[in-house]
Every structure is written in structure tokens, then in C-alpha cells.
């Protein structure tokens, strides 16, 4: 074993030397550095907010870091865990669902914005996510409000339209499903079936989660998510998805026209309008429900918040610049919601113009608002810091629930691992 | 007398002292080195596999670790697919690279320079490089999937990183393509000191072409072939970046390709980071590494007798 504790040493080591080279060259310029995964998402708006910012500032300058999401997650892991925060940027992308995760692992390494920022002005929900013994850290980015994802064309041909999708089951989707591939020729879903974020979307939609609001596990005799995992096994012994590996995989089947959706975050949107050409063609429906009691069609996948490092070299002016644009700036939040998809969850920028108008892209549905009174509805749960873990046991099982494996069995062998992983 | 070999001996006991500390002093520069990056963090990943906690909170646990490992199943899923990936690979890595050694020492072969060359290269790629590249190879529509479809040899693509089956498969063709040629030049260069006129002997006694390999090549190879398998397994058993790199997500589908390595990574980065933990896994790697090469050793040995 020496020899790979060696190699994660070298590893972490060299990502600190290369970092550091980059800190020492950001710190000369008196840049902020901010990590974030998605040029076309995240690292967008960032860029875009830096623009605002710069206008009354000129001596602002901003280095936005964009790589793989799991990477911008490990890198930083790594790097808190090493103890050294050269090279550390000054603002960093986390997602929701890890927020408390770094929170508690590593005390004292995120600087408290609660006294900087009025958290008042956000959802409630997304201030409490990043909450830790009464502190808030985080100025809460975009919501993960879920939609179904489709062609219009592609369901008009099929015999369905807008009205057809509007409180409809899981199993009314199959049915839909079957019709599309009958009379299109195309599958209705890209599914990528080694993720679970479906199963997240469900459990919440329902009010429920792996854990329940004191962090007990929460999945053997949880019926919400058995009921969940039943319904997205029918689902996947369907014929109706396209199989996909990895992200561009999955992406690229409805980016390309091979398949009819999704169903999945609003911040898809960014990756649909990238292509231009496809401009009215699609249209956003609330998802299916599943059969349970209290279950809606509203749910959440994913979404993230800035945090300040607390080694953060140009710390001040992080801070003055995330207030004065990410907490402040309702015209910005109209621009990112129509460029980018990027739902923001400051509360004023939902009186905007651009959260009342209809989307043309969208084939003129008024989504935004849509979006608005989803969210609303989605149930509040408690994510706790052992989702990554949770997740993992589920897509374990996924691939034995395609192939016809037993449900209570999963959930048993499911319930054992999380069990297991999180004691 | 007395006194004068006392003194003789004193001088040469001062002549040998200094000699001493000079050498220490020489090799002083490679122990400090040594100690500090290599001894140093050995006994503290030691310590660390008895801390239990998450991220900074560590404390002292006992053996809380070692009773973590037997009632974890993803470290027992880790370590039989560690197991699988060792048993299938690694004889079918060694067979592979000793037919192409063998083929490759006919001098009259043509090209023998080139195939060299050819058979060699991959384990010059870098491991990421080439994991990406396996990856895009082996997508559901890559260029694997579609030749396959070309030639009419399969009706739909086979699902070759999102079935479990098919993972193991791509991680053993990949790791196979990448370090046969390592091993292949190993048995060359051991097939090279070889008497020629042993052969020669053998084929004018009668002696057939397989049995000249399978008793003359194979037993003079013994100590090579120790080697490479020592090496290959304690590789296996390290697999960290093709499994990391080759399924879109890392240890996938559904922990078919998930190793030790991979566990570990996962327990310090991944997850709710429990460096302890991660620790108490990375020791049974070097356990297992010390029982194999102990049987490895004591199989060749008992038939050299």
C-alpha cells in the first residue's frame, strides 16, 4: 500500500504545486478565482456577473476555473483535506446536495456570509441548505426545479399535446412512451441508468428522502421510496429510453434529436439552448407523479451555491462582489434566466420581466412561470451529508431492478449498504 | 609490542570510524528523503487506519476499522472484483505476452523490429491517455459498437460500459492491451540469454517444437516469469486509474469495475471523507500484496527442487 498512499500524496501534492503556481499569478493580478463545472451553465453567468461587476469596478479582474463537476468536488476535497490552501480559489461551486458534507468535514475552511449578505432576500430553503450551527455560508445560486423535457414535434406526431402531459403517473409515461416510438420511430427518454438521480427527483417529489430530518436512514419501510423505485423499474423494463453512458452520452441523444426528453433539472435548459436550431421545437411539462399519497409534480434535481473560502486571498472584494451582483442585481437574474436557464433563487428577480414572459424557444409556453409555482411546490427535505453515499448504494442496484430483480430484495441490500457506509 | 599494536589498532579503529561516518554521510541525503516521504508516511497511514471520524474530526478507534471491513459490502464487492480482475487478467496478460516473446525471438521472423515496436508502444501511452480513448471506443455508439454492427456480427450494440458483464470485459482487453508488451519484453530479453545451442542439441535429438518450448523455454524462464507475475498482480491489485477512467462513471455500472484503489479514493474524496477508513483498506492491499508473492515464491521455488 505505500506505494498508492504515495501516488494520492504525489497527486495531492502536485495539484497543490500546480495550483499554487496559479494562486501566485492570481494573487500579482489581485484576481478572485472561482471554480464552478459548466462553460455553458454556471461558468457562464459567473462570467457574465464578473462583466456587471467590472463597470464600476475597473481594477476587477476574474479567473473562472470551469472542469468536470466530480473533479471540482474531489480537487477541492483533496485539498482541504491536505491541510494547505495555496491554490484554493477564492469562490467556489458547490452543489446542494454536498453542501453540508464539506460544511462539517472541515470546520473553520468556509467564511460565514451571513453577516455580509442579506440570506433574507433567498429562498428559504436554499439559505437553510448551506446553514451550520445557526451560520449561514453560502449566496445560494440556482434552483434544480424539474421539468419533462420534450419535442413537441416529435409528441404532436405522436397525437399529444400540451394538455396531455399535464398531471399525468409514471405509468401514463410508458403508455406515452410506447405511442412516441409506434408512431415516430423515437424513443422517449435518454437515461442514463447507472445515475440515480432519478429516484431523487421521485423520493422528493414525494417529501421524502434517504434520511429522515434527524439523519436516521430512511429506506428500508420508507413506502415513498419503494414506491418510487417501483414505478423507475417498470420504467427502465420499458422500452421506451434510450441507454446512455456518462454525461456527453446522455446529452447528446436529445441534443441531436435522437430522442423525444428527459426529465430533469431546469438547468438543462443551457444545454438545450445550445442548440439554436431546435428553437421551438421543445416544450417543458411538470413531471409524472408517482402513486403515493401526498405526491406532487414538483421536485428538485441538483442546484449549487457560492461559497467563500475562508483562505481566500482576494476575500473582501469576493464577498463585495457576490453581494453587490449575486445578491442584489435583479436585471442580471432576467439575463442569466434567458441566456443560461440559470433559475436563480433570489426572491425579488422573480417580479422580473423575464420570469413573466413566455420563452419562444420554448414554443411560446409561458415555462418560467411555470417553473415559479413548481417551485413553490416542491417539498422540503432534509438531504443531510451522506447522499453521494445513498446514491451509490442505489445505482448499485439499478442495473439488478432492470433485469427483473426483486424490489423488496434491492431495498433490503440497499438499506444494508447505506447503513453499513454511514455509521 | 603490546602498546605498539594497541595503537596500530586504535588507528585503524579511527581509520574505520571516519570511513563509516563518511559512507552514512554519503548516503545521508537518500535516508532523510526515504524518511520523510517514505518511512514517515508509512507509519502515519499506519496511525491513521486506527483514527475513526469524518473529514478533521479523527479520534482514536481501536480496531472499530477492522470490524467496519467485515460487515462492509462495497468493500467486499471492491475486493472480489479485485480477485476477478487478477485471476482472469493477469494468466491470460503473461500467456499472451510469452507467445509473442516466443514468436518474436525467430530471428528469421520479417518485421520483427517493427511488431516489437508495435506490441511495446501501448505501454508507453499514458494511463489516463489511454483510458479516454478506451472509453470512447467502447461507448454504446463508438467505433467498436459500430464495426461490430458493420460486419453484421452482433444485431444491436452490445452495452459494453453500462452492463456490469461487459465493464469487466473492457477493463480486461484494456489492461491487457496496455501492459502485455511490458511483459512480453521482459521474457525477450530473458529468452535472449538463453545458449542457442541447447536448442540446437534439442532439434537434432528430435525434440518437437512445442516441447522445446514447453521444456526447454518455460522451466529457463521460471525466474522471469516469477517476476512478471509478482509484478502484474501486485499492479492488479493497485488498478486504480483504468477503472476510475473507462466506465462514464468511475467504478461503474452498478460497482462492477469498483477496486480497492477505487474504495479508497472514494472513502478519502468522494464520500463523506473517512481518512481512517480509507487507511484500514489501503493495509489490506499491502497484506494481500505480501501473502501472494510469499505463495508466488514458494510454488516456483518447490518446483525448481
Known sequence: ?423 | MLCGGERFDLARTGLARTERLNGWMFIMPALVLLGVFMIYPILWSLWMSFQVGRGMNLSFGGFANILRLTQDPVFQRALSNTFIFLIVQVPIMLVLALIFATMLNDSKLWGRSLFRTAIFLPCVTSLVAYSVLFRSLFLADGFVNDFLLGLHLISEPIPWLADPFWAKIVIIMAITWRWTGYNMIFYLAAMQNIDRSIYESAKIDGVPTWARFWYLTVPMLKPVILFTSVISTIGTLQLFDEVNNIPPNAGGPSDATLTLSLYIYNLSFRFMPSFGYAATVSYVIVILVGILSYFQFMVVRDKRR
Open chain 1, 1 to 423: 500500500m505505500p506505494n498508492k498512499l504515495n501516488g494520492l500524496r504525489t497527486l495531492v501534492g502536485a495539484a497543490t504545486l500546480g495550483a499554487s503556481v496559479l494562486a501566485m499569478t492570481s494573487a500579482l493580478a489581485g484576481e478572485v478565482t472561482v471554480w464552478c463545472w459548466d462553460p455553458n451553465f454556471n461558468g457562464a453567468t459567473m462570467l457574465e456577473a464578473a462583466a456587471r461587476y467590472a463597470a464600476d469596478h475597473p481594477d476587477f479582474t476574474i479567473n473562472v476555473v470551469d472542469f468536470a463537476k466530480a473533479d471540482v468536488e474531489q480537487k477541492l476535497q483533496a485539498q482541504l483535506a491536505s491541510g494547505t490552501t495555496d491554490g484554493l480559489p477564492d469562490i467556489v461551486l458547490i452543489e446542494d446536495y454536498r453542501a453540508q458534507k464539506y460544511l462539517q468535514s472541515f470546520p473553520g475552511s468556509f467564511e460565514p456570509l451571513g453577516g455580509a449578505i442579506d440570506t433574507s432576500k433567498f429562498a428559504p430553503y436554499k439559505v437553510e441548505l448551506a446553514s451550520l450551527n445557526g451560520q449561514s455560508y453560502s449566496v445560494p445560486f440556482d434552483s434544480g426545479v424539474t421539468g419533462f423535457f420534450y419535442r413537441t414535434d416529435y409528441l404532436a406526431d405522436a397525437g399529444y399535446s400540451e394538455a396531455d402531459l399535464q398531471d399525468i403517473t409514471w405509468d401514463q409515461l410508458i403508455e406515452i412512451g410506447k405511442a412516441v416510438e409506434a408512431k415516430t420511430g423515437h424513443k422517449l427518454l435518454s437515461v442514463d441508468i447507472n445515475d440515480s438521480g432519478i429516484i431523487r427527483i421521485m423520493m422528493q417529489s414525494a417529501g421524502t428522502w434517504y434520511f429522515t430530518e434527524d439523519g436516521q436512514v430512511n429506506i428500508e419501510g420508507n413506502a415513498a421510496f419503494k414506491t418510487a423505485l417501483g414505478a423507475w423499474q417498470r420504467v427502465l423494463q420499458s422500452d421506451i429510453y434510450k441507454p446512455t453512458s456518462g454525461w456527453t452520452d446522455y446529452t447528446g441523444a436529445f441534443a441531436s434529436g435522437e430522442v423525444a426528453g428527459t426529465i430533469t433539472g431546469v438547468w438543462i435548459t443551457a444545454t438545450i439552448k445550445a442548440n439554436p436550431e431546435l428553437a421551438g421545437k421543445w416544450g417543458v411539462a411538470p413531471i409524472p407523479k408517482i402513486d403515493f399519497e401526498g405526491a406532487t409534480h414538483a421536485s428538485n434535481l441538483g442546484g449549487s451555491s457560492w461559497y467563500v473560502l475562508a483562505s481566500a486571498p482576494q476575500k473582501a472584494e469576493a464577498i463585495d462582489f457576490l453581494k453587490e451582483i449575486w445578491a442584489s442585481d435583479v436585471d442580471f437574474y432576467q439575463k442569466i434566466l434567458i441566456d443560461q436557464g440559470a433559475f436563480g433563487t433570489l426572491t425579488e428577480a422573480r417580479n422580473g420581466p423575464a420570469f413573466q414572459a413566455s420563452d419562444a424557444f420554448f414554443s411560446g409556453q409561458p415555462v418560467w412561470q411555470n417553473f415559479t409555482s413548481w417551485l413553490a411546490e416542491i417539498p422540503g427535505v432534509n438531504y443531510g451529508i451522506f447522499t453521494e453515499e445513498a446514491d451509490t448504494a442505489v445505482a448499485a442496484q439499478l442495473p439488478v431492478l432492470k433485469d427483473g430483480g426483486d424490489l423488496d430484495e434491492a431495498i433490503k441490500q440497499i438499506d444494508a449498504q447505506v447503513k453499513q457506509q454511514t455509521m
